[in-house]
């Protein structure tokens, strides 16, 4: 792992953020500029005056002053300095453009399970709907592990740690379907089961009836609802109740965000009455819920169709569509590899406090290019009239050259002790 964040701290210091390709292009026309005031430098100051040797002097005292060192060095200087602080902080930029673009995010949009929340989910009750004893409870749960079996999504996982709890052996399983963003199917000796939540249900032509109320009851307390069902009988026979605790940073991590004037977006596929809980407790502007995963990244597109430059927030399989349809992603390293690897941006620790931190480097890291790029522009309007009619000797103009590049090496260098 050390060296993979290593070769994408060095790909992000070796890349050309947008401004630096500006800064390319003015100085293509700034060098031949400079060569025909010197030109000219020479010509009025030493052959028609017949002063040929200062002539050439202040000539070359105009070369020496308009060397665009300083020019060249002001965005990638800023660009290292930017890069280490975030490194420093547990957060790994794959490129100078990710960076630059950072500064500019007005919306962030994250996903619930693993980002804001711990991502392990604990399965807390499980309630056998035909018979209300704990017998029918387990026979159930032991059912559902079925399914789950050799699933690696987090509700599965909790699923089949609560079962080898309670020492149950499933029974096995054939013909398993997963059904990206409702659950899973699959063959038991007793017949077709379904393991998934509401819309899997409706998809089959079952309907809650008297469970509705307790699974809302459930849900509005903050809980996942998921129902285990049998498929060709058409029958509920037990409902999952699951608990995800809230990352302790996580409503700090809002509130920084809307203090740096960024509203904040939740996208998950879970319920809405879950998912709108974890919202107006940690103070979330919007929620998206019950998102099935192919459409994460049309509800991006549509915020960027507004006029919205998006961050996504994600660490699984499922968010990399989204993450790459953002303006910028930002992966969880405690997630997939598939995000981080389409993430323009991966937080190497889970905690959602670092999405304001990436967003705050940014932008101090582009302050500190524009500085530059002003201070580099300032030496040479400054120097360039008076090498020209000169007012500086050649080593008096390679000493303000040096000077210059010094300056904003150093001024990038005060990147180190920002507080982000």
Same mark, same amino acid.
């Given at each position: ?84 602080? *975030? ?10 453009? *990710? ?11 994250? /996903? ?16 056998? %709907? ?28 909790? $699923? ?17 379907? *997963? ?62 109740? @699951? ?41 979330? /502007? ?45 992966? %969880?390293?405690?997630?997939?590899? $598939? ?18 931190? *990436? ?29 020209? @009619? ?31």
């Amino acid at each position: 792992a050390a060296p993979r964040r290593s070769r994408m701290v060095g790909h992000a210091e070796a890349g050309k953020a947008p401004i630096q390709r500006l800064a390319d292009r003015v100085s293509a026309v700034f060098v031949p500029v400079v060569l025909v005031i010197a030109a000219l430098t020479f010509v009025f100051g030493g052959l028609l005056s017949g002063q040929i040797e200062t002539g050439l002097l202040h000539a070359v005292a105009v070369l020496v002053i308009a060397c665009p060192c300083a020019l060249g060095l002001a965005t990638p200087t800023a660009i290292m300095a930017g890069t280490g602080v *975030a490194a420093r902080r547990g957060i790994l930029i794959k490129d100078a453009a *990710a960076l630059e673009t950072a500064h500019r995010l007005d919306t962030v949009v994250f /996903d619930k399970t693993g980002t804001l929340t711990e991502g392990k989910p604990e399965l807390v009750r499980i309630d056998a %709907m035909q018979d209300p004893t704990p017998a029918a409870a387990d026979a159930a749960l032991a059912i559902a592990a079925a399914l789950q079996r050799g699933s690696e999504h987090p509700l599965a996982r909790a $699923v089949l740690a609560l079962a080898e709890v309670r020492g149950l052996v499933p029974p096995a399983a054939r013909e398993l379907k *997963a059904l990206p963003g409702r659950g899973i199917g699959g063959e038991l000796p007793q017949g077709r089961y379904l393991l998934g939540n509401t819309q899997l249900l409706e998809q089959h032509g079952i309907g809650l009836g008297a469970h509705a109320a307790r699974a809302q009851a459930a849900m509005n307390a903050g809980h996942t609802v998921s129902w285990l069902a049998h498929a060709d009988q058409r029958r509920i026979e037990a409902m999952l109740i @699951f608990s995800d605790r809230i990352k302790p940073a996580a409503q700090a991590a809002i509130e920084r965000l809307h203090a740096q004037g960024v509203s904040t977006v939740l996208l998950s596929g879970d319920n809405r009455a879950a998912a709108t809980r974890v919202a107006r407790e940690l103070g979330i /502007d919007d929620v998206r819920a019950e998102v099935l995963p192919h459409e994460k990244a049309a509800h991006i597109a549509e915020l960027r169709a507004r006029g919205k430059t998006v961050g996504m927030v994600g660490d699984g399989i499922n968010d990399a569509p989204a993450l790459a349809a953002a303006d910028i992603g930002l992966a %969880m390293g405690s997630g997939s590899d $598939v995000a981080m690897h389409v993430a323009g941006i991966t937080l190497m620790r889970g905690d959602p406090a670092l999405v304001a931190q *990436a967003i705050a480097v940014s932008r101090q890291t582009y302050g500190k290019i524009r500085q530059n790029l002003f201070w580099a522009f300032a030496f040479n309007v400054v120097g360039i009239p008076l090498a020209a @009619f000169g007012l500086l000797s050649p080593m008096l103009a390679g000493g303000a050259m040096a000077f210059s590049s010094v300056f904003v090496v150093s001024n990038a260098l005060l990147l180190r002790r920002a507080q982000v």
